[in-house]
C-alpha cells in the first residue's frame, strides 16, 4: 500500500510547479550561495529535489548538483527541464530512508519538507536525517526546511493554508494537531497533470527548536542554527517566531 506522499507525487509534476510555494527559488539560493561561499568547486546533494527547482537553479549558476527524489513522474519533469536548459544534473531515483552515500557531499540542501518530515514515523524522519549526516564530509552543511512546531500551538493550521493557496493549487480541509504527536491531519485534494481529481489523508510532523537540535546534535553536527523560514528570502537576521509555519536550520558537522 503506498503512502499518501507517494500517492502525492504520482503525476503532480507540472501542478506541483504552480504551487504558491514555488515560487521562491531564486531568493532561496542566493541564501545557499552565501552559505558556501559561492564556492563552485563543491558537491551538492539535494534531497527530494522534487522538480528539479532549487538543483536546476544552483547548476545555473554553476554548481555541480545530484538531485534524488522517490518519485519517477517529479523526476521525470525535473530531468525534461534540465535538459532543456543544457544543464547536467545528475538525478536519480532514491529512498532518502536508505541512502547509501558516506562522506561524498560538501553541502545537503533538503528544502520544501523535502522527505523530512513527511514520512509516518519518527524514526523515518531520523533516518532521513542520519542518512544526510553520513553523506555529508567532514565540516560539510546541511541546509533543510521543516514544519514549525511552535506555530499550531498559536495558530490554526487550516486557516494558514486556506489563505496561503490559490486558485487550482491544492487544498486542505478536515485539519486536526495532535499535541501527543505533533503531527496534522488533513485532507489534501488536488487535480493532477491529467485532470484527476485525488483526495488523500496526509499527515505531516511538526517540530520544535529543541528537537531539531537535540537530533542533530546527536548526529554529531558541530553547530546548528535555527532561523525562520520565509519563502524566497530566508536570511539569518529572520529569528524564528511562532508566526513562522516554517523553520530553516542551517547546520554545519
Not at 541546509?143 to 486558485?167: M, Q, R, Y
Amino acid at each position: 500500500m503506498k503512502q499518501w506522499y507517494e500517492e502525492l507525487f504520482e503525476n503532480y509534476s507540472k501542478t506541483y510547479d504552480s504551487e504558491e510555494f514555488t515560487k521562491g527559488t531564486v531568493g532561496e539560493c542566493d541564501f545557499i550561495e552565501k552559505e558556501i561561499n559561492y564556492d563552485k568547486t563543491i558537491n551538492i546533494l539535494d534531497i527530494g529535489c522534487g522538480t528539479g527547482r532549487h538543483s536546476i537553479e544552483l547548476s545555473k549558476r554553476g554548481y555541480f548538483v545530484t538531485g534524488i527524489d522517490l518519485s519517477e513522474s517529479q523526476l521525470r519533469r525535473a530531468k525534461q527541464k534540465a535538459s532543456s536548459e543544457s544543464l547536467k544534473i545528475d538525478f536519480k531515483k532514491h529512498d532518502a530512508r536508505t541512502l547509501h552515500y558516506s562522506n561524498a557531499f560538501d553541502l545537503i540542501i533538503m528544502l520544501c519538507e523535502g522527505g523530512f518530515p513527511l514520512m509516518e514515523t519518527d524514526e523515518m524522519n531520523f533516518q532521513i536525517l542520519q542518512n544526510a549526516a553520513n553523506a555529508l564530509k567532514t565540516n560539510g552543511k546541511l541546509i533543510f526546511t521543516t514544519l514549525n512546531g511552535l506555530f499550531p500551538l498559536f495558530h490554526s493550521v487550516k486557516d494558514f493554508l486556506a489563505a496561503a493557496t490559490k486558485e487550482r493549487n491544492a487544498t486542505y480541509k478536515d485539519n486536526t494537531f495532535d499535541l501527543m504527536t505533533f503531527r496534522d491531519h488533513n485532507t489534501t485534494e488536488l487535480v493532477d497533470d491529467s485532470g484527476n481529481r485525488k483526495s488523500l489523508n496526509c499527515n505531516e510532523r511538526y517540530y520544535v527548536p529543541p528537537e531539531i537540535t537535540w537530533l542533530l546534535k546527536s548526529l554529531d553536527f558541530k553547530t546548528i542554527d535555527i532561523l525562520g523560514a520565509k519563502i524566497g528570502v530566508f536570511s539569518r537576521n529572520d529569528s524564528l517566531s511562532t508566526e513562522d509555519f516554517e523553520m530553516l536550520v542551517v547546520a554545519e558537522k
